[in-house]
């Protein structure tokens, strides 16, 4: 993406100072370690293979990542509540979303059979790899998946109980839950959405695949966290609603600029870098916003190379292309009976000149910098929301520097 980004935002005249992560991840971080402890001190009370899966999970909650979710929320909270009251108070509740992150990624590699995550190996290969060291009975794909769906449970009641660890009024802690279930239910729609868009391509657009940057990427990562952040300062008095919409504005713009950096590094990332493997989105045939805008932008003959995914699937901005099996036979043997109407589409496995091509096409329409340019425009929209905005101006400055930092990076 354009360099320009950071420019641009620094041209509005608000105060650009950095934000204070380490201090706020390592409070994070401790706060997580801490409570994951006393869970696996109580797991290995039971049995010791209880213990080992509790270790992998808190090994999973702790490998790394940027921890924005609660970083948002800290801004959130800070905006309104001043830069003085301690944050000791409100850290289980920034924790626990790190917690539901993890219960997230988990599920969503069990849904994409993903590799790797943050360059580890992903929960359910984790797991498979030891039921096979093991020599256990069955088959370990399966207990991978099905452990790794059962960590991803885990996750989100732990994230429960840290949540009700927060040191707020009873009435305070009601509408941190609100905006904590709210969230919770955009993230599974979010993702249901995600899902069907690979069954159903053809069925999809540049507006739908925005409308899942939305549920499953903005809502949890920056908006609902925000709003989180907002609720964990209490009953507020007349300057709430104007706050919220300002969260709001500036919530779903980066998130869905978030969501579409995201895109370009499904393509185009480095897996050194990323810790996912490369193209992913291509393999899958996943229609994300980059795909969509690059059918749109496709000459003919582009589109013709790009309407047959590597998986198999279709997404023809005009109807067209796909590589299907005919009809199934009839009972009698005849081919494209109507008793037998299904198609059932091949799934291919794509070589890496053929991933690589579609990289390049996808360049040469002019989608990449279609998609940077969307970026650029919700970074200044999430600014101009927090312009007049009324809150403490060290979270104004930290929000703008967050809505560079979080759509501008390299994993």
Same mark, same amino acid.
């Given at each position: 993406?354009?360099? %320009? ?25 401790? &706060? ?5 402890? /006393? ?6 009370? =039971? ?23 609660? &970083?948002?929320? $800290?801004?959130?909270?800070? /905006? =309104? ?24 990624? =988990?599920?969503? %590699? ?5 590799? &790797? ?22 088959? +370990? ?10 960590? /991803? ?10 949540? *009700? ?7 305070? @802690? ?17 993702? $249901?959405?995600?899902?069907? /868009? ?34 964990? *300062? ?11 919409? *300002? ?19 499904? =393509? ?24 969509? @805008?690059?059918?749109? @932008?496709?000459? +003919? ?16 901005? %005009? ?49 990449? *910098? ?42």
């Amino acid at each position: 993406m354009a360099n %320009d980004i950071l420019v641009g935002t620094r041209r509005c005249g608000v105060p650009y100072q950095p934000i204070p992560s380490d201090g706020l991840v390592n409070a994070v971080e401790g &706060t997580l370690a801490e409570f994951l402890a /006393g869970q696996i001190a109580a797991f290995d009370a =039971v049995d010791p293979a209880l213990g080992r899966f509790a270790r992998i999970t808190r090994d999973l909650v702790l490998a790394g990542g940027k921890r924005l979710r609660p &970083t948002f929320a $800290y801004w959130g909270w800070r /905006g =309104v509540i001043g830069g003085r009251e301690p944050v000791d108070s409100v850290l289980p509740a920034l924790a626990a979303l790190e917690l539901m992150h993890t219960f997230a990624l =988990v599920h969503d %590699d069990v849904m994409d059979g993903s590799a &790797t995550r943050r360059g580890r190996p992903t929960a359910h290969r984790l797991f498979a790899a030891e039921h096979a060291g093991a020599g256990r009975l069955g088959d +370990p794909g399966q207990f991978g998946e099905t452990s790794a769906i059962l960590v /991803g449970d885990l996750c989100l009641v732990w994230a429960d109980q840290l949540i *009700a660890q927060t040191a707020v009024t009873t009435a305070t @802690l009601f509408g941190v839950r609100a905006c904590y279930d709210r969230m919770r239910v955009e993230t599974v729609a979010g993702q $249901y959405l995600d899902v069907l /868009g690979e069954t159903q391509p053809q069925e999809w657009s540049l507006d739908r695949a925005l409308v899942v940057a939305r549920h499953k990427t903005a809502s949890y990562t920056v908006q609902r966290p925000l709003q989180f952040g907002l609720a964990l *300062a209490g009953p507020m008095r007349g300057a709430a609603p104007a706050i919220n919409d *300002a969260y709001q504005t500036y919530g779903l713009a980066i998130g869905e600029a978030f969501q579409l950096c995201d895109d370009l590094l499904g =393509v185009y990332g480095d897996p050194e870098i990323t810790g996912k493997p490369a193209s992913d989105d291509l393999r899958t045939g996943k229609p994300t916003a980059l795909l969509m @805008l690059a059918h749109r @932008l496709a000459t +003919p003959a582009q589109r013709a190379e790009l309407a047959q995914t590597p998986a198999g699937a279709v997404i023809p901005a %005009d109807g067209s292309g796909g590589l299907f099996s005919s009809a199934l036979p009839s009972p009698n043997g005849d081919a494209g009976d109507v008793a037998t109407p299904q198609r059932a589409p091949l799934r291919l496995t794509p070589s890496e000149a053929q991933i690589a091509r579609q990289a390049e096409i996808i360049a040469e329409t002019g989608a990449v *910098a279609e998609v940077e340019a969307m970026i650029r425009q919700r970074v200044d929209t999430a600014v101009a929301a927090l312009r007049d905005a009324p809150i403490h101006p060290d979270a104004r400055a930290a929000l703008i520097d967050l809505a560079v930092t979080a759509t501008h990076r390299p994993a």
